[in-house]
């Protein structure tokens, strides 16, 4: 049975994805995916090669054609986003792809193609397989591309074998959060001991809770604060999930990411590594209990 872990946080910066590259550096039998589409930086560690790129599309805009152009203004008149200039140019940053223009034009003179928003990867890495991407800038359809991501990684881990997926989610509660979850074997949520990791974990505990996935806790820095980690687990047990690790503040972190390494490259000896391990160790004993992940990936 294929299982899979997402890794995620309720905040972006809490060490998401320096957690999440250790554990796969760890982890055998398995294939990584970055869902993190809107602010991929999985790559910088694992330094992928890339086998194959694909283009990814989702969304439309109105493109004007001045040729067929009656200047009805019928197109302007039904926009609600005020992107029709005056002289029925189209306000491509405004637009915001309803296609109301161009099913009403009577003339046919706004064209309404599908547009390429970024592309989407499989690569390999020093670790494994990877299955990563990248949105264009200010593209929308997030969601879709980390459908897309996860669904790639599912395929090349049943044809390969692989018994674990691992995912690089993207921070928040949103519409990429949800596509990253669904389907999903079980969460694992990194917080940091602030007032604002708090509260996130809160609202992403909520939207596991709401799609019935089971979830872990990590506080990372935890030494920094030790009151806000103890608000954590006690709130974390109020809503029945478990503390499966607590990592301390640690440098090594950062020097790793400098020279493009894990923390386990860097060095394996350290206290921080050891609490890594244990990690990596109560994660996959709890991951081993879970149901296998579902075949439908919304």
């Not at 398995?30 to 869902?35: L, P, Q, T």
Request: glycine residues 10%.
């Amino acid at each position: 049975m294929i299982k899979e872990l997402v890794v995620i946080s309720g905040k972006g910066g809490t060490g998401k994805t320096t957690l999440m590259a250790a554990l796969s550096s760890l982890a055998t039998d398995k294939i990584m995916c970055d869902a993190d589409v809107d602010a991929a930086d999985l790559h910088l560690i694992m330094a992928p090669t890339v086998c194959a790129a694909h283009d990814f599309q989702g969304g439309r805009v109105a493109i004007h054609l001045p040729e067929r152009c009656s200047s009805c203004g019928k197109c302007r008149d039904l926009c609600q986003w005020n992107a029709i200039r005056e002289d029925f140019s189209i306000d491509a940053i405004a637009c915001e792809g309803c296609g109301v223009c161009a099913y009403f034009c009577p003339e046919k003179a706004i064209d309404f193609p599908i547009k390429t928003c970024g592309q989407w990867f499989i690569s390999d890495t020093r670790f494994g397989p990877m299955v990563h991407a990248a949105l264009g800038v200010a593209e929308e359809n997030s969601g879709k591309l980390v459908t897309q991501v996860r669904k790639e990684a599912r395929r090349i881990a049943e044809e390969k074998g692989f018994s674990l997926i691992i995912t690089d989610g993207p921070p928040g509660v949103g519409c990429p959060v949800i596509a990253s979850l669904s389907g999903a074997t079980a969460v694992l949520i990194v917080s940091e001991p602030t007032i604002s990791g708090l509260h996130d974990m809160e609202r992403v505990l909520k939207l596991c809770d709401h799609f019935r996935i089971p979830r872990m806790i990590c506080v990372n820095k935890f030494d920094l604060n030790a009151g806000m980690t103890g608000k954590i687990e006690e709130r974390a047990g109020s809503m029945g999930a478990a503390v499966v690790g607590k990592i301390p503040f640690d440098a090594d972190f950062t020097k790793a990411m400098v020279h493009g390494l894990t923390l386990f490259e860097f060095n394996d000896r350290s206290n921080t590594a050891g609490e890594v391990k244990a990690l990596f160790e109560n994660v996959m004993r709890l991951l081993e209990t879970s149901g296998s992940v579902k075949t439908s990936i919304i």
